[in-house]
């Protein structure tokens, strides 16, 4: 299995800030996934990133709020753009395991005031 | 595209119960994977159990257990023997067998009660 550090666990954050969420994991990864969960509800698949190309975004995601870097085979970055309240959700970055399974980083709960 | 569904919000079970929650998926592929998650309220998706489309026999992991009805597309989480800690979202996801993404129902609250 892999071991998916996240982080900020958590943020409060001002309406038209940005807020840049980490996502570390202990092997190297061709793909690393980042998902939405939208209070009480289920997991939407912002974007697909890919080491060394651009990310693939998801119908109804855009890269201009939602920048991802992914600068190595541990590693990525999803930023939340010039944030709404709209944007308060759990963000979690998740990775594909050996067996077709997903390994999920601990979230970031995101709060926009 | 593939859907899943779960049709039951919310359960509650007493402690040492037993309770099945319920996920149909729609797809026309013959070949994928279909997994159950428990989010607790700590957030963490951790993984239950796995079912390959290819294997009649039913996925068993410990107190949970499945019935993976293929031609019914469906695929039910049977959880034995209750416990305070099983309290959590479940969600049952779809991903195909040389797909990258997963596709998720809408989620089971569970509650067990002492």
């Known amino acids: 299995s892999a071991v998916i550090s996240q982080k900020p666990s958590r943020d409060i954050c001002q309406r038209g800030t940005s807020l840049t969420i980490q996502c570390q994991v202990d092997?190297?990864?061709?793909?690393m996934f980042w998902y939405r969960q939208q209070p009480g509800q289920s997991l939407t698949l912002i974007a697909t990133?890919?080491?060394?190309?651009?990310?693939?975004?998801e119908s109804g995601f855009v890269i201009d709020k939602f920048p991802i870097s992914r600068p190595n085979l541990t590693f990525s970055t999803l930023t939340v753009s010039n944030m709404s309240p709209e944007d308060s959700s759990i963000y979690l970055c998740?990775?594909?395991?050996?067996?077709?399974?997903?390994?999920f980083g601990q979230g970031t709960r995101l709060t926009v005031v | 595209a593939q859907t899943v569904t779960q049709s039951q919000p919310e359960m509650s079970v007493q402690e040492a119960e037993t309770v099945t929650l319920s996920c149909t998926y729609d797809?026309?592929?013959?070949?994928?994977?279909l997994f159950w998650y428990k989010q607790p309220p700590s957030r963490q998706m951790i993984l239950v159990i796995r079912?390959?489309?290819?294997?009649?026999q039913n996925a068993t992991e410990n107190r949970f257990s499945v019935n993976f009805q293929k031609a019914a597309k469906s695929f039910s989480l049977k959880i034995s023997d209750s416990q305070l800690g099983d309290t959590a979202m479940y969600f049952c996801?779809?991903?195909?067998?040389?797909?990258?993404?997963?596709?998720f129902g809408g989620g089971t609250r569970v509650l067990v009660k002492p």
């Open positions: 797809t026309s592929e013959n070949n994928y994977y």
């Open positions: 998740s990775v594909k395991g050996r067996n077709t399974e997903a390994f």
């Open positions: 079912q390959e489309a290819y294997k009649q």
């Open positions: 092997s190297q990864v061709t793909m």
């Open positions: 990133a890919n080491q060394g190309s651009e990310a693939t975004y």
């Open positions: 996801a779809f991903i195909k067998a040389a797909g990258n993404k997963l596709t």
